[in-house]
Structures are given as structure tokens and as C-alpha cells.
């Protein structure tokens, strides 16, 4: 039988690019000496969607020491999570050469409603190395009536809000602090001080200030040039102490003591003179004289990679040298002075930017186009001597519904190259990389200075000879063991027989069992839905034993997430009213675009096994069908309840569960008894504590399910040497659709018609000369339209790019 369910790779937009790439990939993966993290992005086409909208993404994964793309983990999971912390849609999106593409469908029938999101990504590998690793990108989630309703009272909000925050600021309710250049003030050495000033809610403001000396007398001013940063310089001199005395925009004044200064030290100091990269180390003259011709060793990292390390003999009170060019990467790096004992003394992040032999622009064939015309865009990739370079580039096509500033939100450049390597939210980071602007690299040294003072993301990372508990996923495994029925005896050298069933495909696999009983499926390709047959027999053709599956599906991870209201910005009110005059002048309704129905919870009933129970959770099928057993949707549903685990509940006696279980009023004698509640049956989850439930069940805790089989746990008749289940394969992404007159279709151009996103293109890719082009046909609205390209170049060059039109009927 033909297996159709092995790993293949993607033909036809793959083919020009795999030839461009493949050499940079063999290179990468012959660098073992590095840890292998992989780092991932997302480009959108919006960060704004209405109720009944689609989301488009296309996501990068690149080795995250270089920025290539890197063709390693083939499983990426995309989650959509709601502002109460739960995921209400999730993605298994096939990565194939660091590449992959998805949607979400923001419907109301998938629980969507007005909002504040995050979008989630990340592969099982990355998990090993923290949040910090994992992509997240906040959006937002309009029903466009409902809003257009709250208008007025959501404005007055927030002019009352406005009012409200003046009137705290008056109360000095915001913050500044200052961070000296390397760490630490030292007396009577000239030191560089950055400093931020935000409000409350952590949003930036502009103040002005003065340094004062402990005599009251004047040292220097300053003020905010950017987002509430800045710096000055001074020399602390020796027997004095330092304060401020600020005031804001607004008016309020605050005084605040300065950070204390050191007798003895060294500081790093960082500068670019005449295009030249200098780093200085400073000391005063007591340090010097206490430690004569001092051995000092600077270490330069780069993703947690050193790419230079010096050592210098500190016989004056400075000494200077240059960082290399050639060898220093582009993007964040951390430099580190250690003395004789390598103990830090000092530390720098720093941002290097290089010029690259690439030239990427991006056009359209006329600035002005009528309603429903053809618009072409080309995209030209090439080194400056103009010849082809590779790339991956998406395209999003937007209407800009009237809000024409650029609020310079998080792009694949600033997201690779500085956001990813810095701690906390920065804001506007896209600002930074706006090649227009000519004070943005100033004011990025100015971020570092501050939010990245003395916390970067590599020093926790963990050696690379270290055990990673999670894997890399090439595929879809599926694993367990065979064990006899009646005993927890492994079975050796039985044979298991694997068919997958879907629509499109199918395949048989066949797998023995180890020493230990077990047995593997590594790397199954499927999409979509699929029906899993396995059965099992010994080694004389006879069906025994008892197959216990591990779980298939990788649970989530944990959701962070601080529940907070947030006030849509006056922008977000300005589009709310645009797209609202659009459907309502072209008389189209989203789909699905309905009001709530809200649900009325009843109160707990008394419940005659065990009282009022403390916590009752509906379970909700749709949700609980995502997950491959009942136990691991308890997981997600008890979290922060009650701690369940797989492993902890599965082949315990009753005696050693975590807590008591109940189905249906019967008491479960092994927790795998959990295994055959099916989520089409549950009904309702109940949770008690207490010394009675103690007494009665023999633990604290009782977890009772509710189900609406008739007849109480007896479990159905299936024969434990074979298991059917249906799994969910990859996410088979759609197609956007771009409506052509020359194929009209009825019923989707109608809508189309206003659509906000007019065209997505998750795979521009230039031919061998650099060039290509795409088509669609325009709106009938007559608005401004955004053109946003974002992409990697084969040798690991972020691109982002962006222009603007008009659709302007000139009859």
C-alpha cells in the first residue's frame, strides 16, 4: 500500500528559493559548536480585525545566533488566547525550510469577542529555553456595531481617564530612573547617565530636570528627547551626593535621591567616532594606585556567543581600542569587562548596524487607482551591482480606513534585531528602524542605556552540553507501550500495525515493541483530520496484551497573562467609525458578525454525594475535542484550581491520585478510569475541598465529572489490544481571496468588495534575477492604501518595506 503520510518536502513557491538557500543551510548545520536555539516571528496582516474577519500570518524560524532561516523543528504551534488567558483556537502549522503559513477564523462561533489577543508561537524545541523564546504579539478584536454603539461612552471614558491620569500625575504618579553608562557612578570619573520616565500604565513621558550636589548647587540639566529617554554626562566628585528635581509636561514636580557613587572601579564606555566603534575602560586614581598595571579582560557576546575577547593592562586611568568591524555582528551585543579575579566589573549592550551588499524595493505600476482597478506590485531583490538574491518575502495589501499615521508597531527587522534580545515591551519599536528617520540609532543607544541596563536575555540560557527535555518535532509521533492486561508486565517484540484514513491520503506502518514494551510512529505528515487505527498481536500472530498510548497532542504551554482593562486608543475609534460608514454606505454585514448571547450561569445546587462544590466548570466540547484524552483537558481547564498532570494521574491506584475522582457519583478505583470519559459525554466538571471530603474519599481534594452516559463509569467494550481514535493533523492553510472580474463569484465579492486586507501573499519569492510580481484587483472603497513587505534574505538579512497609494474614483 502506497504511504502517503511520510515527510515530503513543499514543491512549486519552495523551488526557486530552496536552490538559493541550500547552500547557507549546509553551512549552518555544520556549526555544532552553538547551541541550536531557534527564534520565531509572525508578520501579520493586521494587528486590527473586526468579528467575522480572517487573521493571516506567515511565520519565520531562524537560528537565532545568525538569523538564518533554519530548517529544524517541523511543527509550530500558532495559538490564538483570549484576554482571560485562555486559547481558544490553536494551529499546528508545518514548518518546511524554516517557512510556514496559517489563518485563524475570527468567528463568533469560536468564542471571539471585543478585545485585546495575543498571538502565540513556538515549537516544542524552543520551549527549552524560556519565554523568551516563545513569539508573542498582542492584537485587537472588534464587532464593529457594538462599538460603533459605545463610541460615544467609550470616548467619554477616555477623556475622563485623560482627566483622571493629569490629576494622579499632579500626585507625582510616574517614575524616572537613571542608569549609569556600565553599570555604577565612580568619583571623579566622567560618566554617561541615561534615564527613562514613564506613568503609571508604563507608557513613556517627556520631562526636564536638574542635578543638583548635596551643596544645592547646580551640576547640570536635562531633558527627554524620545519616548521619555535621554542622557547627560557628569563627574561625581569625591565627598558628595547627588539629587534631581523633575517636572513633567503636565506640571507636576518631583525630587528623587540619585544612584550612590563608588569609591573604587572600572567603566565601560561605549562610542562611534568618525565611523570607527571605541571602547573605553576608566578608573580614578585610587583604583590605580591600589592595583597597579591591572589585568582587565573585555569580553564581546553576541546571542550569547563571544566573537571577541581581549585582555588590557590598565597602567593609566583610561585606555581606548577599537572593536573590529569585521568581526562584530549586526544587531545587540553585550560587552563585558572582568577583572584579574573574573569577577564583572563593568557591562554595555550596544547595537551594531552593518551595511549589506542588498538593495530590496517595492512598487506599484501607478500611485493612484480607481475602485475594483488591477494593481501590480513588483518586488526587486538584488545586491547593488544588481545581481538576484534570494529572499522569502510576505505581502500585505490594507486599507488604512482613514488612520494615516504610523504608530512604527513591531516588524520582522526590530524583531529580530533588537526586541528578541531585550527584555519587557518596548514601545514603538518599529521606530527604530525606520531607515528615514536620522536620530533612531541615537535614540536606540538610548534604549539600551536604559531598559536593557545590566538584563539580557542570553545570560540565563543554558549550555549546550545541558539535557533538553523537549525534543525537536520533525513530525507527528505516536508512542505508548504494550503491557499485559491484568499487570503493568512490558510485552517484547509484539508487532503493532498503524493505519492513518483521511479524505486525501492513508498508510500503514508497522512498529515492534522494545525491551521495555515500548513502540514508536516518529515523523507522520497528515493534515487536517485523520482516523488512527492500531491494534496490536504477539509473535505467533495472536491479539494480546494492552496498548496504553502517551498523549499525542503537546499540551500548551502556560498562559501568562495579567487580566487588565484597556481603553481602545482614539485611533483605534477613529477606524471603528471608518469601516462602520463603509459598511453601512455599501450595505454589507460581516458574517457571523452577531451580537452575544449572554448565559445565565444557575447557582450551585447542593449536591447529595458531597455538598456545595467550591468551583463548576461546563465543559465545552468544541474546546475539550482539541485535546487527545480527558486528562489533558482537565489540565487546561483545573489550571490554577488543581494541578494535573498526565503522568501523576494515569495507572495510580486510588490511594496515590493527587485527589479524589468521581464520575457520575462513582468513586474511580485508577485514575486511568479518566481515559474513558469522552468530552462528547462530559457534561460538567465540579471541584470541593475540605476535611468532610477528606473523611468520605480519603483526600482533601475532589474532583467530581458529570457525564450523560446512563450508565455511570461502566466503561464501553473495546478491546485493549486495539485503539481508534480521530487526531488532528496540520493545519491545511487557506487561500486568501482576491475577487477577479473576469471570475466573477457572487457570493464572495460581495463582501470582498470592502475588504480590509486586500491582498495577503505569504510566499513573494524573487526569481534567479530578483524580480517578481504580484495582481489583484483593488476595493470599491476610495481610501489610502498600505503596501507592507516583510521577509529574510537567504544569508539571514531582515527586510521590511512599506509605500502607500490612493483607490480615488476620478470619473
Known sequence: MVNAFV?????????????????????????????????????????????????????????????????????????????????????????????????FQLQDSLGVKSGKYQLRAYTNWNRNFGEDFVFKKDIEIIDVFESKENTKVAQKSVLETQKSNREVAKQNAYKVEFFPEGGSLLENVASVVGFKAVDRNGKPIEIKGELLDSNNELVTTFESVHDGMGKFQMVPMEGKTYYVKL?????????????NVLKQGYLLNFRTIKGKNIISITTNEI?????????????????????????????????????????TPEGISQITVYDSNNKPQSERLIYIEKEHDLEVELSTDKPTYQPEEKASISVSSKSKSGEGKSASFSLSVTD????????????????????????????????????????????????LLTQGWRDFVWKNIQRSDETNSFKVEKGITISGRVKQVFSDKPLVNNNLTLALMSKKNHGIFNEITDSVGRFQFENLMFSDKASMYLNNVNEKGKFRGEIVLDSIERAPMFVRLKKKIILLPETTHSVVKNVSKKYIAFGIKPENMLKE???????????????????????????????????????????????????????????????????????????????SVSPDEALRIEVISGWHIAALYGSYTLVSIFTSAKDGQRKKIVPVYAVKKELEGFYTARVFYSPDPEKPNPELDKNAAIRNTIYWNPYVHPDKTGNTTVNYFNTKVETKVKVALEGITGSGIPVVKKMYYQIKNNQ
Open 7 to 103: 515527510r515530503s518536502r513543499k514543491s512549486g513557491v519552495f523551488s526557486v528559493l530552496l536552490l538559493g538557500l541550500a547552500s547557507v543551510f549546509l553551512k549552518a548545520q555544520e556549526q555544532k559548536t552553538t547551541q541550536d536555539i531557534e527564534k520565531i516571528y509572525l508578520h501579520t496582516d493586521r494587528s486590527t480585525y473586526f468579528i467575522g474577519e480572517d487573521l493571516w500570518y506567515k511565520a519565520y524560524n531562524v537560528r537565532a545566533s545568525n538569523n538564518l532561516l533554519f530548517d529544524n523543528s517541523n511543527i509550530l504551534y500558532v495559538e490564538l488566547i483570549s484576554s482571560e488567558a485562555k486559547i481558544i483556537a490553536r494551529n499546528k502549522t508545518n514548518l518546511e525550510m524554516g517557512l510556514g503559513h496559517g489563518d
Open 247 to 259: 517636572k513633567t509636561s503636565t506640571g507636576s514636580e518631583l525630587r528623587q535621591e540619585f544612584p
Open 287 to 327: 583604583t590605580l594606585a591600589k592595583n597597579p598595571n591591572a589585568f582587565l579582560t573585555v569580553v564581546c557576546k553576541a546571542k550569547g556567543i563571544s566573537y571577541l575577547e581581549t585582555t588590557q593592562t590598565l597602567n593609566e586611568t583610561s585606555l581606548s581600542f577599537e572593536l573590529p568591524k569585521d568581526k
Open 400 to 447: 488604512t480606513n482613514g488612520v494615516e499615521n504610523d504608530n512604527f508597531e513591531s516588524n520582522l527587522s526590530s524583531y529580530f534585531l533588537m526586541e528578541s534580545d531585550i527584555r519587557g515591551k518596548i514601545h514603538h519599536p518599529g521606530y527604530y528602524f525606520d531607515a528615514t528617520n536620522p536620530k533612531r540609532l541615537e535614540h536606540l543607544d538610548n534604549l
Open 597 to 675: 448571547v449572554e448565559v445565565k450561569a444557575n447557582k450551585n445546587k447542593i449536591n447529595p454525594f458531597y455538598g456545595v462544590p467550591d468551583y463548576t466548570f461546563k465543559v465545552n466540547k468544541i474546546e475539550a475535542n482539541k485535546f487527545y484524552n480527558f486528562i489533558d483537558y482537565l489540565e487546561q481547564e483545573l489550571r490554577g484550581v488543581v494541578s494535573v498532570n498526565y503522568d501523576s494521574i494515569v495507572a495510580k491506584d486510588a490511594s496515590k491520585l493527587p485527589f479524589a475522582i468521581l464520575i457520575d457519583g462513582f468513586q474511580a478505583v485508577s485514575g486511568d478510569q479518566l481515559l
